[in-house]
Each structure stands twice: as C-alpha cells, then as structure tokens.
C-alpha cells in the first residue's frame, strides 16, 4: 500500500538551477496536486490536475510548471530555482474534486541557495 | 477571500488529559471538512472528517465537532499519549469561485508531557 510517493525527499540546489520533483500514485485518483509548506503557513497549492494529460494553476504558480503525461504520476519543475522557493513540497492525491480521501506524500524537502 | 484559521499556535497537555484544538472557518459554503496530523519530517496523515450534515463524528480517541452557526471546528483527542505530539491542521473543502476548493489551516503544534 504505497499511496503517494515522492522523489527526492530532499535536495539542494543553486540559484538558477533547474529540476523536477517526481510524484506517483496507486490509487487510481483523478485528482493530483503540488503543495508548497512554508513556517507558519498553511499549506498552499502551486498547480493541480484534474485528469490524464490536464493541469490547472493554483493558488501560487509563478515559477513552476506541472505535467501529467500518465494518470498515476506528477512531474512538479522548477525552470530556474530562486531563493525564495526554498520550501517543502507536498503532492497529494483524491478521488474527488470535493476532497475525499486526499491522501499526501512524505514530502520534498528543497533548498536552494 | 476565505481562510481557514486556528485559535492557538501551540497547545501543551499532560500525558492522559484530553486535548482541544479548534479551527475556525469562513467559507460558508464549505461542506466537508477534515483534522490532520503532521509528524515532523512526514506529510500530513489523514484523522478524521465531518460533513456539513453532521455536528459530531467519533474515531478512535478522537472526536471532531462542526458548529456551522459560528464557523467553528474542533478536534478532541481522548486520553493523549506521547505518540499525539505533532501538529494538527484542519481544512475545509466547498464550493469556491473556479470551482470546489480545499484550503489548509497553518496548524496547532500539540506537546504532550509525560
């Protein structure tokens, strides 16, 4: 029962520095999602995706793209990294637009200096 | 625009009490709602959920109550061990402007003395 698997759990990058953070899921969910988790703050949504092969923006999208090539997986870029996308991202999946049954990863944690 | 909020930053309790930890929300349209527990270095676990049609639902030690009058959502913990030190968020989830939308609480960090 592996649920939502992210890769890496955490990594370091340069100022400008590109990569992918990897996500996936065996629950058959249509719903995926890419949080960010700052101190003191609630989690907040970059982008999601509805289906295979659709994405949509969140609430704070500036700076990273999403793909959705396969239904079970995610892909979350960072085109070049800046300081201030030093975080820990969260995906999560559902079966519902309504919320049911979000289930989470363990997280990425990300530093970019 | 809507948010979800919590009353109490940290919330400290002794092994065996019972804990409290409230939420309050202002999307009146929300109809699901849901507490989850944040080990550190994890991603939030799932604990229990209510819907709007509902003012109480009973998990195992835990209880949830919704007071939809005042926006209000607690989550009561029976008994807290040393295993419930965590942070425990809330979210609601209802029908926003774009479409239905699930908006996370910031959390009460929860420490239980042995």
């Known amino acids: 029962n592996a649920g939502v698997t992210q890769t890496p759990k955490f990594r370091v990058l340069k100022t400008g520095q590109s990569m992918t953070l990897l996500c996936a899921q065996d629950?058959?969910?249509?719903?995926m999602y890419w949080y960010r988790q700052d101190p003191g703050m609630g989690l907040r949504l970059i982008h999601y995706?509805?289906?295979?092969?659709?994405?949509a923006k969140g609430e704070v999208p500036d700076g990273y793209n999403v793909s959705r090539l396969k239904k079970q997986n995610f892909l979350l870029g960072l085109e070049s990294a800046a300081p201030s996308q030093t975080s820990v991202y969260f995906c999560?999946?559902?079966?519902?637009?309504?919320?049911?049954?979000?289930?989470f990863g363990s997280g990425t944690r990300l530093t970019v200096v | 625009g809507e948010s979800v909020g919590l009353h109490l930053p940290t919330l400290s309790v002794q092994e065996g009490d019972n804990s409290i930890i409230n939420c309050a929300y202002s999307?009146?349209?929300?109809?699901?709602f849901i507490w989850y527990k944040q080990e550190s270095g994890k991603g939030p676990q799932f604990i229990i959920d209510?819907?709007?049609?509902?003012d109480k639902r009973q998990g195992q030690r835990v209880t949830v109550l919704l007071n939809k009058t005042v926006k209000h959502l607690s989550l009561q913990i029976a008994a807290t061990q040393p295993g419930d030190s965590a942070v425990y968020f809330c979210?609601?989830?209802?029908?926003?402007?774009?479409?239905?939308?699930?908006?996370f609480g910031a959390g009460t960090r929860l420490f239980v003395k042995a």
């Open positions: 999560a999946s559902s079966y519902s637009e309504q919320g049911y049954g979000y289930t």
């Open positions: 629950m058959n969910h249509e719903y």
């Open positions: 995706s509805v289906g295979e092969g659709t994405t």
């Open positions: 999307n009146s349209a929300s109809d699901y």
């Open positions: 209510i819907r709007s049609n509902m």
């Open positions: 979210a609601e989830n209802g029908l926003n402007t774009g479409g239905f939308k699930t908006i």
